[in-house]
């Protein structure tokens, strides 16, 4: 029977994962509320159900429990007649990237394509990868 490899390639702040039933290349960054709940407290934030709330705003309690967060950059599916993957980018996260960021990005982009052809393959041929 086939078992899903956990997939993660990381270099630098540039990352392909396979989460949600989907791969997705993210860029991580330092989280700003890291380490920051006590200041909040202090600055009138009221926690309740899981929230730090103020006015009109909420912050969920583990925003401050990690030192970097990320997001989307771009998604990938697979598709089988292809042999290959189609890359779909959010909005201009992309063009945002620095120049360095592009390249770790691509150099992820290409050993993802990889791994996910293997994984593919390995799952059409049921065998445990």
Known sequence: MYKIRVMRI????????FRQGRYEIIK???NCYYGKEAEYIEDGWIHE??????????IHEDCFKNPET?????????RKGEACCD???VGNRL???????????????????DRIQEEELAREEDVEF
Request: with cysteine; glycine share 4%.
């Open 10 to 17: 990381r270099i630098n702040d540039i990352e392909c994962r």
């Open 28 to 30: 991580w960054q330092p």
């Open 70 to 78: 990320c997001y989307t950059i771009a998604t990938l599916d697979y």
């Open 87 to 89: 890359m779909k980018t």
């Open 95 to 113: 063009l945002e990237l620095s120049k360095p960021e592009r390249v770790d990005f691509f150099v992820v982009y290409e050993y993802a394509e």
């Open 49 to 58: 159900n899981g929230f730090y709330r103020r006015n009109q705003s909420g």
